[in-house]
């Protein structure tokens, strides 16, 4: 029985289509993000609605739309399916009535690197890589590190030398070779380009290879899935270099095709910090493309993403959702995640916190209405990142 319904790669840019049998990186003819494409008419036959519900409870229940031919090859630790919370308390000290967070801290090494990793090295499986690189914020090196270990592929992981500690010491649990980087995660990215053929490496820099992409669309599967097949008014996604919001965004049209949903759209919402917000200000200036930012600096790690390929990807599904990009302090992250662990209980991470804080802002500019339905994806666990927690909180101001 076929289990994937992939056909080819195609470039998000210009169209030009790549051999999926083949290991690809970025589009041949342009050089921008690869997307991996599948029959859907055939797929909506084969996987429905109600076929779903007897599934795993995993990202991998959408099987057919996941570019894995052979079930052996699937790399999984459980990823994905993670919980939908209702907010009430936290909304409330917003004047919300549908505020969410879907927490992502649940997966395998605590954020959602875990389902675009399992994507990613599954498929890497299939087409016999041995070994893969990564540049990483930290949790992408956790997470690969792990995937790698259990497909039997040799991880090496370049960090920026102030990545969390937690993340360089997941990595090495999990056997990946680690190297710290004396600067951002784009010159870690450098460094994995100009070694990575004559160390025979497959390169997985974010959005540079057409998988990592496909398990983080299952965030958006899930959230359909989850609301009974609508979605949410609003998405706020702490934005690095975007392969959520690209992959939510692809998850939409995807599911559209398929019959499983309609035209409407979420709006989605990117949000970044002041210290490193290229896509906030392209957005402002109307871009196309995000000019990098020089010396990017923030406490949110994952956010540290001074440049990034998928640029038009993200300004795109901002502005056609009727979204918008917003701006948020380094100095509210910590308060904001005490609010949200005081009021409900969620473990969340800096970057997850950091749409908390997105939100408010939104809400003091009147873009999000009071019975509107409002997701927050909270990227990972607080465990991510235990120094914020050994520090003392400071206190949310009523
Ligand atoms: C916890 C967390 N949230 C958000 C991001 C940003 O993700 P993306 O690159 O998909 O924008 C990262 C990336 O490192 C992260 O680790």
Not at 219 to 238: C, H, K, R, T
């Amino acid at each position: 029985m076929k289990r994937s319904y992939l056909t080819t790669l195609e470039c998000s840019r210009c169209g030009e289509q790549a051999d999926p049998a083949q290991l690809n990186s970025v589009c041949p003819a342009c050089g921008k993000v690869l997307f991996a494409r599948y029959d859907l008419e055939a797929a909506s036959k084969a996987m429905t609605k109600e076929s779903l519900l007897g599934r795993e409870k995993s990202m991998w229940r959408y099987r057919e739309v996941m570019p894995v031919l052979d079930d052996a090859n699937i790399v999984s630790l459980g990823e994905g399916m993670t919980p939908l919370l209702h907010t009430e308390r936290l909304g409330k000290t917003l004047g919300l009535n549908g505020l969410f967070i879907k927490d992502e801290g649940f997966n395998p090494t605590g954020s959602f690197k875990a389902r675009g990793m399992s994507a990613a090295v599954s498929r890497a499986k299939e087409l016999g890589v041995t070994s893969i690189a990564i540049p990483s914020a930290g949790n992408a090196a956790a997470a690969i590190a792990a995937y790698c270990a259990r497909a039997g592929i040799n991880a090496t992981v370049f960090m920026p030398v102030d990545a969390p500690h937690i993340a360089k010491g997941e990595s090495k649990l999990a056997g990946a070779r680690v190297y710290l980087v004396n600067g951002l995660i784009g010159d870690a990215g450098r460094i994995v380009k100009e070694n990575r053929e004559q160390n025979g490496w497959w390169d997985i820099s974010t959005l540079k290879e057409p998988y990592r992409a496909e398990g983080k669309k299952t965030m958006g599967y899930e959230l359909a899935e989850q609301f009974n097949w609508s979605l949410p008014d609003v998405i706020v996604y702490p934005t690095g270099g975007g392969t959520g919001i690209v992959g939510m965004w692809k998850a939409f049209e995807e599911m559209e095709t398929l019959g499983w949903i309609d035209s409407e759209r979420p709006r989605m919402v990117a949000v970044q910090t002041e210290g490193c917000a290229p896509i906030v200000r392209a957005f402002e200036r109307g871009d196309e493309f995000a000019e990098p930012i020089k010396d990017a600096h923030t406490i949110a790690s994952g956010l540290r993403v001074p440049g990034a390929i998928g640029d038009y990807l993200i300004l795109d599904a901002l502005r056609s959702s009727g979204g918008t990009a917003v701006r948020v302090a380094d100095s509210d992250l910590a308060a904001a995640m005490h609010e949200i662990g005081r009021r409900e209980g969620i473990s969340s991470c800096l970057e997850g916190a950091a749409t908390f804080v997105g939100l408010r802002v939104l809400v003091e500019r009147g873009q999000v209405g009071a019975d509107e339905t409002i997701v927050l994806l909270n990227t990972g666990s607080a465990l991510t990142t235990p120094h914020v927690l050994e520090a003392d909180f400071p206190v949310w101001e009523e």
